[in-house]
């Protein structure tokens, strides 16, 4: 059975200004990062890829764990039900008033642009003409920053950590108590309790630790955690989001991916994506097959998906990357990666 699966991903943006970073003056800054030469590319920020994940899984019909959240001034407590919650699942939680803390099995890296930024603006105005004034009152004007380009992303799930939970300390608090037996007895009767809740639901299996560990560990059911794992897929497959939607709106889902199932954890895609311009965009295919070849006996399948037409190179890589794994459109690929997550 797999450990993990790898997914590395690129995504268009035609126009757009995806994750602004700040104002100066009256321009909206787009986040960017420095290269070692001094010129800059674009980025999306991880923390707003998973927040575009979430939504996407709030569209295809899952209940997200925000609305049950207890809100106190600026601290925000989860609910802690990950067996309830999708995103408590997969993105983990921290809930600092009891010390409960869940570290997400699903990495995602930042988008990055392949391209440098070349300083683009697009101009707006508020008129107040439109307030009830006259022509001659002018009007609000302010810039953004905007960008056309190519972005490259990477997630890395943790396929044996999906739908498992430790009762300490993902499920019960840490006992504050000094003395350790007083300690041990109280989060063996939190533990009780939680054993009794989680009794209720039948698709949750629980296993005892062996010494020296201590606790309990609660699992989803297979079918349970497939299904989750391919409603995360679906949401990747639909990814849009950001900011300024209302007028610069952006579709992130894959024009290309390529689909790993690892026997060991590491983001194989992360630094694999190499994309030049002229006339069309030409996706270096060694790079990649560089990447999976360093793996070679550390994985059981890995699948591509293109989008038709969008490669100036696409008969190249699909007869090389052919040669590595299967190849296909991206919905087709991403269909295939469902079932072989059956297999698991």
């Known amino acids: ?7 590395g991903y690129l995504a268009n943006v035609s126009l757009g200004n995806v994750n602004a970073s700040h104002t100066e003056g009256n321009v909206m800054v787009a986040k960017k990062v420095t290269l070692p030469d001094g010129s800059a590319v674009p980025y999306v920020s991880g923390q707003a890829i998973r927040r575009m994940l979430r939504d996407r899984l709030e569209d295809l019909g899952w209940q997200l764990s925000e609305p049950f959240a207890n809100v106190s001034g600026q601290e925000v407590t989860p609910p802690v039900q990950p067996w309830k919650y ?32 070349q300083g683009d603006r697009d101009l707006g105005t508020r008129s107040f003409e439109k307030f009830g004034e006259n022509l001659q009152a002018g009007g609000n004007m302010f810039e953004t920053e905007i960008y056309s380009n190519l972005f490259k992303g990477s997630i890395l799930i943790e396929f044996d950590r999906i739908g498992m939970w430790k009762s300490r300390y993902e499920l ?30 039948d698709y949750i299996e629980v296993e005892n630790l062996s010494l020296p560990f201590k606790g309990f560990i609660a699992k989803l059911k297979s079918a349970k955690k497939i299904e989750r794992l391919n409603a995360l897929l679906e949401a990747l497959k639909f990814l849009w989001g950001g ?25 194989v895609f992360l630094e694999a994506f190499r994309v030049t311009y002229e006339d069309g965009y030409y996706l270096d ?35 090389n990357l052919g040669e590595l794994g299967t190849v296909s459109s991206v919905t087709e690929a991403i269909d295939f990666a469902k079932k072989k997550l059956d297999e698991q």
Do not use: C
């Not at 059975?1 to 997914?7: H, L």
């Not at 790993?260 to 983001?267: A, S």
């Not at 060694?286 to 008969?315: C, L, M, P, R, T």
């Open 243 to 267: 900011g300024r939607t209302a007028r610069m709106l952006v579709d992130l889902s894959p024009r290309f991916i390529a689909i790993m199932f690892l026997k060991v954890k590491h983001p």
């Open 1 to 7: 059975m797999s450990k993990a699966i790898a997914i």
């Open 86 to 117: 999708i995103d408590e699942d997969l993105f983990g939680y921290m809930d600092t008033s009891q010390n409960r803390r869940r570290t997400s099995p699903v990495r995602v890296s930042s988008l990055i642009g392949l391209f440098r930024f």
């Open 172 to 201: 019960i608090p840490a006992s504050k108590k000094e003395n350790p037996a007083q300690r041990e007895k109280e989060e063996k009767t939190w533990e009780d309790k939680k054993l009794e809740e989680l009794s209720a639901f």
């Open 285 to 319: 295919t060694q790079s990649i097959a560089n990447a999976i070849q360093k793996f070679h006996g550390k994985y059981d399948a890995v699948i591509f998906g293109v989008e038709y037409g969008f490669f100036a190179n696409e008969e190249e890589i699909k007869e």
